[in-house]
């Protein structure tokens, strides 16, 4: 169960800042959204980094912002909504562990829901070979992630 915790939060983590989400369409409110002003250059550079090693076609990268948008939409729901595990599990004054572990649970099958919905849309505008090289470009960013997490510890 720890393994597939630490997966589903690394797939996340690494995920997190693969494209922009912003179009010239369809833009977030920034006045609203600190993590939306400070990753906007990021995300600029992801999908450019996207679009040069996948050899996508601009229609391709229009259709991956419009994603990239709802699933930033989506997760910002989240953060309004999802509750705080220490806060949900220390409401009588002690700690429950048993709140603690299903309030961690339910955020991130949300999350993860959020993600697969996502990924499910990502692979639905590339074809068979970007899917590889996208999939290529994960694993690497996955494992030097680890690597940085051995690292630090």
């Known amino acids: 169960m720890n393994k597939l915790i630490g997966f589903v939060l690394a797939v996340v983590v690494a995920s997190v800042g693969i494209v922009k989400a912003e179009t010239p369409d369809v833009k977030p409110k920034k006045e609203e959204c600190k993590f939306c002003k400070t990753k906007a250059g990021f995300y600029d550079k992801k999908l450019e980094f996207l679009k040069k090693e996948l050899n996508l076609s601009e229609e391709q990268v229009q259709k991956i912002r419009l ?3 709802e699933e930033r939409e989506a997760i910002e729901k989240f953060m309004k909504e999802h509750k705080m595990p220490l806060e ?3 409401k009588d004054g002690e700690f429950n562990r048993e709140v603690f572990v299903n309030t961690m649970k339910q955020n991130m099958e949300k999350m993860a829901q959020i993600k697969a919905e996502y990924f499910q849309k990502l692979f639905e505008v590339l074809n068979k070979d970007q899917r590889e090289k996208f999939l290529s ?5 996955m494992e030097r992630m680890h690597q940085r997490m051995k ?3």
Do not use: G, Y
């Open 88 to 90: 949900e599990a220390t």
């Open 137 to 141: 470009l994960m694993k690497k960013r």
């Open 151 to 153: 690292d630090d510890m």
């Open 67 to 69: 994603i990239k948008q």
